[in-house]
C-alpha cells in the first residue's frame, strides 16, 4: 500500500464498530456529504462507506461436494436438472458454471439458440431449499467401483456448497449500442437496429470498485456482502487490469478491475442470487454483492464522494465492432445521463435501459451498513491488494 497515507487505521474502525461508535454512510449518501461539506470534512466525519451492485455476471459458479455414495463413485461426468457440471476433480467434487444451458432445454428446441434454464438457474434453486436431479457417470476404479449414480438432493444434502465466481463487479463497464440495420440479441440484452437503444449495466456511484478506484482497501481477504450473507475477496478477478483510461479524479472510465469472490451457498438468500435467460444469449447468474470501504485518509473520503454525473462510460458498437475486437469507442458518457433514461449520440437522442438494478444496489448497501452499525460485520483487511497502478493525484 505504498500510495497511501494511512490516518485511520483499520485497528481504528473496527473498535470503533465493536463499540456501536462507528459513523457508517452508504456511497450514495457519501456523495450527499461530500457536495454539501468537502471531502476533507467527510473524512473527519465518516468512518466507512458501503457500496452494492446486483447484475447479470456470466463468470459465476458454485463448487459442490455431493458426497460419497455407496459403493462409492469417481464421477466423471454429472449433471444437475439436467444442466452439465465439470467433475475433472476429485471423486464427488464439482463445479457448475452459472452460463451451462440444460440439455434438450424446450425453448430450445422452438426458438433455437433460446435457453430457459441452466447452471445459474440450477444454483438458484439449490440456495432456495428446491430438490434438484443429480446424475453421475464413472468408468469405475477398483477403489470407486460404481459406475452410474442417481438421486434428488436439496441444498441441505450437499456436503458443501461454496460460489465460487472468477470474474465479478467489474469496476466499470461498456454502454452498449447497435450500428448495424438489424436487431441483434447480446449478453447486453436486445438492441435494436441504428442505435435504437442503449443499454448499460453499473450501479454507478454505488458500484463498489468505483469507489476505491486504486484497490487499497479490497484484495485478499477483503470481508464483503454476497448473496445476502459474508463472503470474501480471493484474488483479483479474470480480465483484471487496472491500466484503463482515469478521469481527473482518478475513476476508470472502460473496464478495468474485477475481483473473484467466494461464500457459503447454504448462507445465501436467493433474494440476492438469481438465474437469468437472455434472449438469444444464453444462461447465466444476477450476483448480488457489496463491500465496505473504510475510510482510512480523505481521498478516499473524495473517491467515494464521486457522484454519478463524475463517472463515465464507453459507448461501444455490438453490431460489428465488439464482436470483431475492435476497440473503437463511439462516445463517453455519465451514469448520470444513462439513469435520465436518454443519451445523445450525434444529434440522435436514443433511450437508455439498466441491466442491473440500482434499488438492488442500494438495498444491499443499506444492510451491509445496518449489519456494520449493529457491530454484526467488522472489516477485513486485506493481505494481498489487487494489481494497481500509481496513483495520480489530480483532485486538489
Known amino acids: 500500500m505504498s500510495d497511501i497515507v494511512i490516518k485511520k487505521s483499520y485497528e481504528e474502525i473496527n473498535a470503533k464498530i465493536k463499540k456501536g461508535d462507528a459513523v ?6 457519501m456523495a450527499g456529504i461530500v457536495k454539501s461539506e468537502g471531502y476533507k470534512s467527510a473524512f473527519k466525519k465518516v468512518d466507512v462507506v458501503t457500496t452494492g451492485t446486483f447484475g447479470t455476471m456470466c463468470s459465476s459458479g458454485a463448487f459442490i461436494n455431493f458426497g460419497h455414495t455407496r ?47 441452466g447452471g445459474g438457474h440450477v444454483i438458484e434453486d439449490l440456495i432456495t431449499g428446491k430438490p434438484v436431479k443429480l446424475k453421475a457417470k464413472s468408468y469405475g476404479t477398483d477403489c470407486y467401483p460404481l459406475r452410474e449414480y442417481e438421486a434428488t438432493v436439496t441444498i441441505h444434502d450437499l456436503r458443501d456448497a461454496f460460489l465460487y ?14 450500428q448495424s440495420k438489424k436487431t441483434i440479441y447480446t449478453y447486453m440484452g436486445i438492441l435494436r437496429p441504428n442505435m435504437g437503444n442503449a443499454t448499460y449495466s453499473s450501479a454507478g456511484q454505488l458500484s463498489p470498485l468505483l469507489n476505491d478506484p486504486y484497490y487499497w482497501t479490497i484484495g485478499v ?13 480471493t484474488w483479483r478477478g479474470t480480465q483484471h487490469d487496472p491500466n484503463a483510461p482515469r478521469g481527473d479524479n482518478g475513476v476508470v472510465r472502460s473496464g ?101 438494478s440500482y434499488p438492488m444496489a442500494k438495498k444491499i448497501a443499506t444492510i451491509l451498513k445496518d449489519w456494520i452499525k449493529a457491530s454484526q460485520f467488522t472489516l ?11 496513483y495520480d493525484k489530480r483532485h486538489e
Open 221 to 233: 481477504g477483503t470481508k464483503i456482502f454476497l448473496g445476502g450473507t459474508v463472503g470474501a475477496v
Open 24 to 29: 457508517v454512510v452508504t456511497a450514495e449518501e
Open 165 to 178: 465466481n472468477p470474474r465479478n463487479a467489474y469496476q466499470n463497464y461498456n454502454c452498449a449500442v447497435n
Open 256 to 356: 478495468a478491475g474485477t475481483i473473484a469472490v467466494t461464500g457459503d451457498m447454504k448462507q445465501m438468500s436467493a433474494q440476492f442470487i438469481k438465474g437469468a435467460s437472455i434472449t438469444g444469449y444464453g444462461c447465466s447468474l444476477m450476483v448480488g454483492l457489496g463491500i465496505p470501504i473504510p475510510i482510512l485518509n480523505e481521498d478516499l473520503a473524495f473517491f467515494t464522494g464521486v457522484s454519478d454525473d463524475q463517472i463515465f462510460c464507453q459507448v461501444v458498437d455490438y453490431g460489428y465492432d465488439y464482436p470483431n475486437a475492435i476497440g473503437r469507442v463511439i462516445a463517453e458518457v455519465s451514469y448520470a445521463q444513462l439513469k435520465s433514461g436518454f443519451i445523445e449520440i450525434g444529434g440522435k437522442r436514443i433511450p437508455t435501459a439498466p441491466l442491473s
Open 71 to 117: 459403493p462409492k463413485i469417481k464421477a466423471s461426468r454429472v449433471w444437475l436438472n439436467d444442466v452439465e457440471a465439470y467433475a475433472g476433480l476429485a471423486a464427488v467434487d464439482i463445479y457448475i458454471g452459472a452460463t451451462q444451458v440444460q440439455e434438450d432445454d424446450p425453448l430450445n428446441k422452438v426458438h433455437p439458440g433460446r435457453f430457459k434454464y
Open 380 to 390: 477485513g483487511q486485506p493481505q494481498i491488494l489487487l494489481p494497481s497502478v500509481p
